[in-house]
């Protein structure tokens, strides 16, 4: 049992951190594909990276739709809306450091090369506090979660080889 919160808002958290970890992996591949394919301009990635984060949570939000009408049976209301759209699109702060890094590189302060490596490094570390945030209160002993946050760095880190493994 999760100490200190009832099931929907435990439900919630999970709601909430489920979407972080999709966009994060999502722009994850896309930083890395970037960056695999040779010299790419600041504003190119950018948009590229725009591109996936709201076709990302577009289709997320679009299945949390769906889902609902077959789990219940009937359309959200006015307020499951709001919260459909506040847990989806709230997963953007996960993913506003490559937009940093990228935006550094587009005033011409830092190559874009650097800012994509940056800009998974961050993603990585992301996915990482993502997981500690959902252990943190846990009652789980500190080597359980060392193995569910170790788990959660290694699975980013499968990602980065993968990527690399396709385009290199």
Not at 17 to 37: C, D, M, P, Q
Not at 145 to 159: D, K, M, T
Request: aromatic share 6%; hydrophobic share 60%; charged share 10%.
């Amino acid at each position: 049992m999760h100490a200190g919160l009832e099931a929907p808002e435990r439900a919630e958290r999970a709601a909430l951190l489920k979407e972080r970890i999709y966009l994060t992996f999502a722009a994850l591949a896309v930083v890395l594909t970037l960056g695999s394919h040779g010299h790419v301009e600041p504003g190119d990635a950018v948009v590229t990276l725009l591109v996936t984060v709201f076709g990302t949570l577009s289709a997320v939000f679009t299945a949390d739709l769906i889902s609902h009408i077959v789990a219940h049976g009937r359309l959200m209301t006015a307020a499951e809306l709001r919260h459909a759209a506040v847990t989806t699109f709230g997963a953007l702060g996960a993913v506003a450091l490559p937009f940093v890094f990228l935006g550094i590189s587009a005033l011409g302060t830092w190559p874009v090369e650097h800012a994509l490596r940056a800009a998974a490094a961050a993603l990585v570390a992301s996915l990482v506090a993502i997981g500690w945030i959902a252990v943190r209160r846990i009652p789980l002993s500190w080597w359980q979660r060392l193995v569910a946050l170790g788990a959660e760095a290694a699975l980013g880190l499968g990602v980065i080889a993968l990527q690399l493994l396709a385009h290199g």
